[in-house]
């Protein structure tokens, strides 16, 4: 069963901004804090930034400032829009539980590059 859809990756220029999306499922997307993770190549993955089920969110050192993560529940989408992107930011993105996690999606590749 699918769970995390994510979506919204591309390649973009340091400096640049981009929105990745996320679907999430039914069962999960109602029920439990949601967060964006990422994986850079060689590193392990790394919790971005989350959301909980009132919509209070937190960030992380590499996200301060710079990232912001809202969702839509009518459509069961969280979205983590990234503004200031740096080439470290590179990394495949990945949307699941903030305390629980869940069988991992495919992700969405973010590139940021010149």
């Known amino acids: 069963q699918v769970q995390f859809v994510e979506s919204g990756g591309d390649l973009v220029q340091p400096g640049g901004s981009l929105t990745v999306s996320c679907i999430v499922s039914?069962?999960?997307?109602?029920?439990?804090?949601l967060g964006w993770y990422r994986q850079a190549p060689g590193k392990q993955r790394e919790l971005v930034a989350s959301?909980?089920?009132?919509?209070?969110?937190d960030y992380f050192e590499s996200a301060k400032g710079r990232f912001t993560i809202s969702k839509d529940n009518a459509k069961r989408t969280v979205y983590l829009q990234m503004n200031s992107l740096k080439p470290e930011d590179t990394a495949g993105y990945y949307c699941?539980?903030?305390?629980?996690?869940?069988?991992w999606g495919q992700g969405t590749q973010v590139t940021v590059s010149s």
């Open positions: 959301i909980s089920l009132v919509g209070r969110t």
């Open positions: 699941n539980g903030r305390f629980t996690n869940w069988r």
């Open positions: 039914e069962a999960i997307f109602g029920f439990a804090d």
